[in-house]
């Protein structure tokens, strides 16, 4: 099953308004996400903000996007990793010592 987005949400209101009206017009925001079983729809949402002249400026920013990019690049090194053995990837920076014959560099 696919995860649920999640969104923040954050309005900037007329500093006019009377507390009661923010209050209003907080719960009837609140009674939209509600009616829609939780989820938030940008068009009703963002409409009425736009319509509402008590509201100055609103923005609407998608949460989960950034986690699933991070999710992905996080998946993508476990693969590249997996593939590469380690004895190759420490032979391949010279880890490892070089071996000689014996009795040709001995110096005795």
Do not use: C, H, W
Request: aromatic share 4%; hydrophobic share 35%.
């Amino acid at each position: 099953m696919e995860a649920l987005r999640q969104y923040e949400l954050m309005f900037i209101v007329d500093p006019d308004a009377a507390d009661d009206e923010v209050a209003k017009l907080t719960e009837s925001l609140k009674q939209i996400v509600t009616d829609q079983g939780g989820t938030v729809t940008k068009e009703e949402l963002e409409r009425r903000m736009r319509v509402s002249d008590r509201i100055l400026r609103y923005l609407t920013v998608r949460l989960d996007e950034d986690r699933r990019r991070a999710d992905k690049l996080k998946d993508r090194r476990a693969r590249k990793a997996a593939k590469r053995p380690f004895a190759a990837a420490a032979t391949s920076r010279g880890a490892t010592a070089p071996e000689f014959p014996a009795g040709e560099n001995d110096e005795a």
